[in-house]
Nanobody, 127 residues
């Protein structure tokens, strides 16, 4: 089994900064894409940023120039540095990993092409 543990959310004032972290645990050989999504109550979950094994990055238009995604593949960890935060950035932020290859000891099987979500961490930006 692969588990994702997110950290770094909290309350911050307008213009402030936060860094989110998401560590994937388990027997993992590789993770193709690591990313962050966010969701407001009553709205669809949307992509914030993603990064591939080759360090190609995608950002939503709303965060370009303010957020930076990075990863440490040796630690199976993805980070989201959020600067110049705005009230509209308030949401639950979810980590997602795609195309995971590894080994599931609980079920004694190899993992190919599996995707996983974290449980989410709340970011609140006050004005």
């Amino acid at each position: 089994q692969v588990q994702l543990v997110e950290s770094g959310g909290g309350l911050v004032q307008l213009g402030g900064s936060l860094q989110l972290s998401c560590a994937a645990s388990g027997t993992i050989f590789s993770i193709s894409v690591m990313g962050w999504y966010r969701q407001d109550p009553g709205k669809k979950r949307e992509l914030v940023a993603s990064i591939t094994m080759g360090d190609s990055r995608v950002y939503s238009d709303s965060v370009k120039g303010r957020f930076t995604i990075s990863r440490d593949s040796a630690k199976n960890t993805v980070y989201l540095q959020m600067n110049s935060l705005k009230p509209e950035d308030t949401a639950v932020y979810y980590c997602r990993v795609e195309d995971v290859r590894g080994y599931d000891h609980d079920n004694d099987e190899y993992l190919y092409g599996k995707n996983y979500w974290g449980k989410g961490t709340l970011v609140t930006v006050s004005s």
